[in-house]
Each structure stands twice: as C-alpha cells, then as structure tokens.
C-alpha cells in the first residue's frame, strides 16, 4: 500500500508500515510509533537559505522555531528524538521561521525536514532569547513546542545523526544550558500532563524518605 504525504513543497511516497499499537498510561492513550520506510529513490528535499526569514515584531529579532519531539518506542517507553549539529553536537530539531508560515507551520516543517517526523504540536512552551556562542550576544527569538510524534520515516531530508533517548537520558546529551533548561521545562510538562508511564517516574524525595 502506497501513501503520499505533502507538506510545503516536499512529497514523499512511502511504505505504510506503521504500527499503531496504543499505549495507555492512566487516562491518556497514545500510539506506539514505529518507523515507515521511505525508498531510497524518493527525492527528498528541504529550505535552504535564510532570505525569507521572518522577524518577530515584539523583539525586531529573527525567529527560529524548536520542536522536541516525543513518541512511545518498542519498549513502551517514552522516547525523545535529538540530532547532531555540525558541531557533533545532541540537540532538538529547529530552524528559521520564514514569512510564509506560522509559528506552528514553521515547527512542524523543521521537524519533518531535520527529524524526518510527521507530528502536531503538543505543547508550546515560553519563547526565550538565544544567545550566539559565536557573537556572545542575544541575536535571535527561540519559540519552543513539544512536538508529538504521528509516523516517524528511516530517512530525512537533512542527512543529519538521528537517535531516539529514553526520557531520563535527554538532559546527560544535551551540551548547552539553553537546551537543557528548556528539556527540563518540556520533562515537568509532559509528566504533569500524563505522558510519562509510571515505570518511568523517579521516585520523590518523600517516597525515598519513606522506604
């Protein structure tokens, strides 16, 4: 069974193999997402260039739009998707907000093109100042989501190292503070709002107290 899906400029034709084993976790259900193989004749193609960048009107900076993108593996477990940079470097899937799109648009496009994922967002988190390592200055508006993932392909358009880490394995990854204290704001949503399986949870400090 063949299946085309379109987003942007980008058309994949694909093998529908997705399994769509659901997972409960208390009043929540979500699929266990597994992989959909993408053929290596399909073309796959991604933005380039930063000529249509979209420029925030609060702040009058450039925007970039950061998903961290979760699923439930073979395990059972929750998983998080991060990507090397061209500094070998773990981090979320994200890029340039261009004039074209919205915020979500933007998000949603990004993580597809780097993450090879098709996923709506879950959660959008508070926008934060990015500062360059590079100039030591602010120079552009972050706006973070957490991204669920609906069918995840073996292959991206940006050939980048893609790995999936179990939940409590994300903040050891990640090099820079930024994404660390973002990851950690996106952990105590995803675990207030149920998405985390109680196998998964550490212990509270009054539980170790009591044991």
Same mark, same amino acid.
């Given at each position: 069974?063949?299946?085309?899906?379109?987003? #942007?400029?980008? =058309?994949?034709?694909?093998?529908?193999?997705?399994?769509?084993?659901?997972?409960?976790?208390?009043?929540? /259900?979500?699929?266990?997402?597994?992989?959909?193989?993408?053929?290596?004749?399909? =073309?796959?193609?991604?933005?380039?260039?930063?000529?249509?960048?979209?420029?925030?009107? !609060?702040?009058?900076?450039?925007?970039?739009?950061?998903?961290?993108? &979760?699923?439930? %593996?073979?395990?059972?477990? *929750?998983?998080?998707?991060?990507?090397?940079?061209?500094?070998? !470097?773990?981090?979320?899937?994200?890029?340039?907000?261009?004039?074209?799109? /919205?915020?979500? #648009?933007? =998000?949603?496009? #990004?993580?597809?093109? !780097?993450?090879?994922?098709? %996923?709506?967002?879950?959660?959008? *988190?508070?926008?934060?100042?990015?500062?360059?390592?590079?100039?030591?200055?602010?120079?552009?508006?972050?706006?973070?989501?957490?991204?669920?993932?609906?069918?995840?392909?073996?292959?991206?358009?940006?050939?980048?190292?893609?790995?999936?880490?179990? &939940?409590?394995?994300? /903040?050891?990854?990640?090099?820079?503070?930024?994404?660390?204290?973002?990851? !950690?704001?996106?952990?105590?949503?995803?675990?207030?709002?149920?998405? =985390?399986?109680? *196998? #998964?949870?550490?212990? /509270?400090?009054?539980?170790?107290?009591?044991?």
């Amino acid at each position: 069974m063949k299946t085309s899906f379109q987003h #942007e400029e980008e =058309v994949l034709a694909l093998e529908d193999t997705v399994d769509q084993t659901k997972l409960n976790m208390g009043s929540h /259900s979500i699929p266990m997402v597994l992989e959909t193989q993408v053929s290596d004749n399909v =073309v796959l193609t991604a933005r380039k260039g930063r000529e249509n960048q979209r420029i925030d009107k !609060e702040t009058g900076l450039p925007g970039s739009c950061i998903g961290i993108p &979760f699923r439930v %593996g073979r395990e059972g477990t *929750l998983e998080i998707l991060l990507m090397k940079n061209n500094k070998n !470097e773990w981090r979320f899937p994200g890029g340039t907000w261009e004039k074209d799109e /919205s915020k979500i #648009e933007c =998000v949603l496009r #990004e993580c597809l093109e !780097e993450g090879g994922l098709r %996923g709506e967002v879950f959660y959008e *988190l508070e926008p934060t100042f990015h500062v360059s390592r590079k100039l030591k200055k602010i120079n552009k508006r972050y706006f973070w989501f957490i991204v669920e993932i609906k069918e995840y392909f073996s292959r991206a358009a940006e050939n980048r190292e893609r790995k999936f880490f179990p &939940f409590h394995h994300v /903040s050891d990854q990640l090099s820079t503070k930024e994404m660390k204290n973002n990851w !950690e704001l996106a952990a105590q949503i995803l675990t207030e709002k149920g998405m =985390v399986p109680q *196998l #998964e949870k550490l212990p /509270s400090k009054q539980e170790n107290l009591s044991s």
